[in-house]
């Protein structure tokens, strides 16, 4: 219940941290005075307004509030100062008085929820922790803000509670109360009231010890079983453990009916593991874990544990029939959009399917985990990322759910991965290094570059000056010379140093990555780039795009719907004013992009858009189409190039930019 009378004590139930206030011997005779007392004593006047703006209470109940503030504190040496204009301040009058009065009080603000976000989830902690109806009234009075005020946070809570399964319900003359089965209850608690970073943190000194009993017993259970979990999983396994030993102290167990459900997907291994766990965390805890308790940690571990990997190479793991089509659908979905080819690759394919795995457990039991590497993922990944998101589209369509962008962050690390590997094993160059200093010096330069540049280089050829003369250059890339060279040669030279430096390091690095940018033009036309496009939604830029499009290049039948299709799917605004819309599948037989600058904003998905890249990608395959994604992706993340292009707005400023080496990220 909200208000607990055992051991005098008013029990207030807040993201895992019991808070207790003072009861019987309060020295405010209404306890709701507490709060607006703690507005009051911070030094400086605050207007009526200001504080029924932060008590969600009008102005005139605030005046009556502070009437009756000003009687309550005179005995104890203080009284409200009225100040026309400032507002209302404490005034002290005696000092020791005043002092017994905060010293009995204890005041803490952190006791009371202040905003609306800190009241909603405070209403989920106390619905997902009280088996008894409360009344809204105790609520309103408990919290201190008013009837209309409450409902509305109350809406708000109940619609979170209703994602996991849980509802509201309202009995007259009783309250409210959540229902729903237990599994759904403690989802609920672990996705909105706990996070994995207070275990790493520390602060909060309750939970530390068992968390720690739990967090070592979980580690002696996961190396005696030799299984692989990553650092999220294992904190995130924590919580879970952590809240159902509370609520089985509390006298809230899964039922058996709701195990029985979770034996379909449990395998043998997860059975075994769970009730060796179980049984120590008995010992260690003090609580009886009953069969659907263990089978609850079953289904935990098969949902955070990579598969195989604890059987090293003596055996490939077995993946389900099923899964496998999936992730070959995942590939195909992706050639089909991107026209990058990963459905060969056997070390994205393992990967995948490891991954796969503990995923679908997730998935189909809303056992959402956080990903602390998201926006590093999207920032440093941007192309990975959007790959992921198209190959979640599959996934999304196969479960009848949309997957969090948490988990299409994970599965983007994978792309990224194998995005890394395809730049280091296609398209190395051969380049000549021109050195006038000996052949020891360019034989050690040979070496550096060797050393540094592996990855993208496949001949490395040295000469001096006099030598280039007669040196066939059909054969490289490119010439770094050390040297100003008197001489026209038909490939790109680049002046370098006689000894690498960091930053020509990077420098080095980028030019044999990217190569020569020229290719840019293959994608991007003049003739569709298009300023003061004018629509109210994305569906009319959209359509103004097609139809501009359709008077430089024919378009097939169905492309428009086709764009939409893809936009229904998945979002293609990733921020930064950009949004990069496109097919949902090869469509075209040559690729283009057609860029359209908006005379205003408009809020595309979930953000606001100025510059539209509306890529159509050929049947064609280009060898320089992951550096085309690459190149674009970096202009999109570029917050200053995008500014630029905004206000300039010229084909030439795009491709500028576009060539610009301060947007390369490597």
């Known amino acids: 219940t909200v208000m607990n009378t055992e051991n005098n004590l008013v029990e207030f139930h807040y993201p895992d941290a019991i ?45 009556t509030r502070v009437k009756e503030l000003d009687h309550e504190l005179l005995p104890w040496g203080a009284h409200v100062l009225s100040k026309q204009g400032y507002g209302y301040c404490i005034s002290i009058t005696n000092p020791a008085l005043y002092q017994e009065l905060i010293n009995s009080l204890s005041l803490d603000k952190s006791t009371l929820p202040e905003s609306s976000q800190e009241r909603i989830l405070y209403l989920l902690s106390c619905l997902l922790n009280s088996r008894d109806y409360v009344k809204l009234d105790d609520l309103s009075a408990f919290l201190f803000v008013s009837r209309n005020v409450l409902t509305g946070d109350l809406k708000k809570a109940e619609d979170m509670l209703l994602r996991y399964g849980v509802r509201l319900v309202r009995k ?30 520390g602060h909060r ?49 899964m039922t058996a009916e709701e195990a029985d459900f979770f034996q379909l997907s449990l395998g043998e291994k997860e059975m075994v593991i769970a009730k060796d766990l179980g049984k120590e965390l008995e010992t260690r805890l003090g ?20 598969i195989g990997e604890e059987d090293g190479e003596r055996l490939k793991p077995e993946i389900p029939r099923r899964l496998m089509d999936l992730i070959t659908e995942m590939l195909q979905s992706v050639y089909d959009s991107f026209k990058i080819d990963f459905r060969r690759n056997q070390e994205l394919i393992l990967s995948l399917s490891q991954h796969m795995v503990p995923l679908d457990i997730r998935i189909r039991y809303d056992m959402g985990i956080d990903n602390p590497l998201l926006e590093e993922t999207k920032k440093n990944y941007f192309l990975a990322y959007a790959i992921s998101s198209q190959a979640c589209i599959v996934l999304n369509e196969h479960y009848h759910k949309s997957l969090s962008e948490d988990e299409v962050g994970f599965i983007a690390l994978l792309f990224a991965l194998a995005l890394e590997q395809e730049k280091g094993n296609n398209g190395k160059k051969n380049i000549l290094i021109v050195c006038a200093s000996g052949k020891g010096s360019a034989q050690l330069l040979t070496y550096r570059y060797k050393e540094e540049f592996g990855n993208y280089l496949n001949q490395v050829y040295t000469c001096n000056t006099h030598e280039l003369d007669h040196f066939d250059l059909s054969k490289v890339d490119y010439i770094f010379t050390t040297v100003p060279l008197e001489i026209s040669v038909p490939v790109p030279v680049i002046s370098v140093k006689d000894f690498l430096g960091d930053r020509e390091i990077l420098a080095v690095r980028k030019i044999l990555f990217m190569g020569n940018k020229s290719f ?5 036309d003049r003739r569709l780039f ?27 039948q169905g492309f428009y719907e086709a764009v939409l299709k893809r936009e229904k799917l998945a979002q293609t605004d990733f921020g930064n004013l950009t949004a990069l819309p496109h097919p949902y599948m090869t469509m075209t037989e040559e690729s283009f992009v057609c860029v359209g600058i908006l005379r205003k904003p408009i809020l595309w998905n979930t953000n606001q858009v100025q510059a539209v890249f509306l890529v159509s990608i050929g049947e064609e395959e280009q060898e320089q189409l992951q550096a085309f994604y690459q190149l674009t992706m970096n202009l999109l993340l570029n917050q200053r190039s995008v500014l630029r292009l905004i206000k300039e707005s010229t084909f030439d400023t795009l491709m500028g930019l576009l060539m610009d080496d301060k947007n390369i990220r490597q």
């Not at 089978?295 to 935990?300: F, R």
């Open 172 to 201: 007259p003359h009783y309250g409210i109360r959540a229902e729903g089965a237990e599994f759904d209850k403690r989802l609920c608690i672990s996705n909105y009231l706990m996070k994995p970073d207070f275990i790493l943190q």
């Open 205 to 253: 000194r309750r939970s530390t010890d068992e968390m720690k009993t739990i967090a070592d017993t979980l580690l002696t259970c996961i190396r005696d079983y030799n299984i692989k979990l990553s650092e999220v999983l294992f904190q995130n396994l924590i919580i879970h453990i952590y809240i159902a030993a509370k609520r089985m102290k509390a006298g809230l167990y």
């Open 287 to 306: 609580i009886a874990f009953s069969e659907p308790e263990i089978k609850y940690l079953a289904i935990h571990l098969a949902g955070k544990r990579s």
């Open 530 to 556: 298009f300023t003061d496009v004018q629509g109210e939604s994305k569906e009319e830029i959209i359509g103004e795009l097609c139809r501009r499009i359709g008077t430089v290049r024919q378009l097939p």
């Open 19 to 63: 808070m207790k206030l003072p009861k019987g011997g309060i020295i405010l005779i209404d306890r709701r005075q507490q709060l607006l007392f703690s507005k009051l004593t911070c030094n400086q006047y605050i207007t009526a307004a200001a504080l029924a703006k932060q008590l969600g209470l009008s102005e005139k109940t605030v005046r």
């Open 520 to 524: 840019l033009y293959e994608f991007y």
